[in-house]
């Protein structure tokens, strides 16, 4: 059974730093480009970081750039996003999504397999 599980989630004070973990059973993340995304209430779904299979890019969102970064665990399967200097505005529900069709990672949601989602709240 393929299942993308994120983990890392939790509160966090305006400033502040977390680590989000991808990880998977049934697939090998290594063969998939994997994108970050967000959803805060009442809002659509927002790409916010991918990285391509071929170890291409990674690619951010402008409101990611600068503060968050993206990696592989590939010992682990499992994609790491880190994130630092959070904002309020980062709060939101994170999930990873995973697909290995395109020959570049994308920031829409245009992937076959998703995680439940890690909720991040960045307030004091």
């Known amino acids: 059974q393929l299942q993308l599980v994120e983990s890392g989630g939790g509160l966090v004070q305006p400033g502040g730093t977390l680590r989000l973990s991808c990880s998977a059973s049934g697939l090998n993340l290594d063969a998939y480009n994997i994108g970050w995304f967000r959803q805060a209430p009442g809002k659509g779904r927002e790409g916010v970081s991918c990285?391509?299979?071929?170890?291409?890019?990674?690619y951010y969102a402008d409101s990611a750039r600068g503060r968050f970064s993206v990696s592989r665990d590939k010992g682990k399967n499992t994609v790491i996003l880190h994130m630092n200097s959070l904002k309020p505005e980062d709060t939101g529900v994170y999930y990873c999504a995973a697909e290995q069709l395109l020959r570049l990672c994308v920031l829409q949601p245009d992937y076959n397999y998703w995680g439940q989602g890690t909720q991040v709240t960045v307030s004091s």
């Open positions: 990285i391509t299979r071929d170890g291409g890019g990674p």
